[in-house]
């Protein structure tokens, strides 16, 4: 179905359904982000979705419930213009954003001497200049009505140096401090801002940023399932809290036990769990 068509459904069906709550995700063709869509699904939010790969076009299939409307909309968010396309679509449904989760995200590993700088360019795109852009659009929208929700998807790795995903690191920080600085500014506006911060998670993040031969790669994902790393998220985003690390309790005491670990110590512990047996630098999409 064309981005089009999709649109042109989602309105039919807003004439019936204009009394559910609306919310985008991003993100959302696998991982972290199709999880996030299909909890929201389930608790009764029509969605707008959207990922740069073809994707996305069979999500909406794969997470459906009852008499919830789900529209895919396929676009690069790395770019200026695919954010302007997203938005496009989200002021076509003509419907007020109830909640926005900013998922969307790429990861580069490898020593930062040896990483592609385009490869590094584009995460700082998507993980940064894109995570602000679509804020900006969404914060006016929400401020103007005086309620909304907004999810960011950070990293636990946005706390402590991060040898070997140093920007990609370096990105997560920025959006953790983004998200609780913006939750500072918007708490007197009826809009609370939440930080999603998982530690490794099994998805294809590792494979697709050449990760798979780390510790990371193998044993530190399965500690952290994506449908229950979601659910936190969503559950933490509706009672309006500004972060929460999830999902296993290894990466609850992580993120709480790091708070007094020196940083050096963090750096070293990073790398250990980030150091490749045969470096090949890649870069892999999350959430």
């Known amino acids: 179905m064309?981005?089009?068509?999709?649109?042109l459904r989602g309105k039919a069906s807003q004439e019936m359904r204009v009394n559910e709550k609306f919310a985008v995700v991003t993100g959302a063709s696998s991982g972290?982000?199709?999880?996030?869509?299909r909890v929201f699904a389930r608790n009764g939010f029509d969605l707008l979705i959207t990922a740069e790969n073809q994707?996305?076009?069979?999500?909406?299939?794969?997470?459906?419930?009852?008499?919830?409307?789900?529209?895919?909309?396929?676009?690069?968010?790395?770019?200026?213009?695919?954010?302007?396309k997203l938005w496009q679509a989200v002021q076509t449904v003509g419907r007020p954003l109830d909640a926005i989760a900013i998922n969307a995200g790429v990861g580069v590993g490898g020593r930062f001497v040896?990483?592609?700088?385009?490869?590094?360019?584009?995460?700082?795109?998507?993980?940064?200049?894109?995570?602000?852009?679509?804020?900006k659009l969404a914060v006016r929208e929400m401020v103007s009505r005086g309620s909304g929700k907004i999810l960011f998807t950070s990293s636990i790795a946005g706390t402590m140096p991060a040898p070997l995903e140093a920007v990609y690191g370096a990105s997560k920080a920025f959006v953790l401090f983004f998200s609780k600085s913006l939750g500072y500014e918007l708490k007197d506006n009826g809009i609370t801002v939440t930080a999603l911060q998982p530690g490794p998670t099994d998805t294809d993040f590792f494979r697709r940023a050449?990760?798979?031969d780390t510790k990371l790669g193998t044993e530190g994902k399965y500690t952290n399932d994506p449908a229950a790393v979601a659910q936190q998220g969503f559950d933490a985003m509706m009672e309006g809290k500004d972060h929460i690390y999830s999902s296993s309790m290894k990466t609850k005491m992580q993120g709480e036990l790091g708070r007094f670990i020196p940083e050096a110590v963090k750096a070293d512990m990073h790398?250990?769990?980030?150091?490749?047996?045969?470096?090949?630098?890649?870069?892999g999409t999350e959430g």
């Open 2 to 7: 064309t981005d089009a068509a999709a649109t």
């Open 271 to 283: 790398r250990k769990q980030a150091e490749p047996n045969e470096a090949e630098p890649k870069t």
């Open 32 to 37: 972290i982000g199709r999880e996030l869509a």
């Open 55 to 84: 994707e996305i076009h069979n999500t909406p299939a794969e997470i459906a419930q009852a008499d919830t409307d789900i529209q895919a909309v396929q676009a690069d968010l790395a770019k200026y213009e695919g954010v302007e």
């Open 210 to 212: 050449g990760m798979e």
């Open 114 to 135: 040896e990483t592609d700088l385009e490869e590094e360019l584009n995460l700082i795109q998507l993980n940064v200049t894109s995570s602000v852009h679509l804020a």
